[in-house]
């Protein structure tokens, strides 16, 4: 289980995020934790070493990180997805991972968006334009 976690320096005039949304996820505060039974379940399992929790810096958690060196090693070829947001993070780690070749399936349940038109429109776009199995 793999847990890319967005990080952010406040008002970085390097990233283009910066310029789009407020300051969020921002290193060593509240924003970054995991909460609910997503965090019960990461401290339950995180010294299993198949549990990685890792900073992303870009909507995907393929771009700057070695998640495909990872995935590969561990002859991973297909990505179940999930998180927030659906028409933005889960959009560009799901496209760059469909570049890659890797098969898609979306647990349509465990994404969300602030943004229901682009939510939508995301799930929609996963099926018909990369192939992905959408479920529950």
């Not at 789009?20 to 995180?46: C, I, M, S």
Request: charged residues 20%; hydrophobic residues 40%; proline residues 6%.
């Amino acid at each position: 289980m793999l847990f890319p976690t967005d990080v952010h320096t406040p008002h970085d005039p390097y990233h283009p995020e910066s310029k789009l949304f407020p300051p969020h996820n921002v290193r060593g505060t509240w924003g970054r934790e995991l909460f609910g039974p997503v965090k019960t379940w990461y401290d339950q399992h995180a010294d299993d070493s198949q549990v990685w929790l890792f900073d992303k810096t870009r909507y995907s958690a393929f771009a700057g990180t070695d998640l495909d060196l990872r995935l590969r090693e561990r002859h991973v070829t297909t990505l179940h997805l999930t998180g927030v947001c659906t028409d933005i993070c889960v959009l560009h780690t799901a496209v760059d991972a469909y570049n890659l070749g890797y098969q898609l399936v979306i647990h349509r349940d465990a994404v969300a968006s602030f943004n229901a038109a682009g939510h939508d429109w995301a799930l929609n776009h996963f099926k018909t334009a990369l192939g992905a199995t959408i479920v529950p």
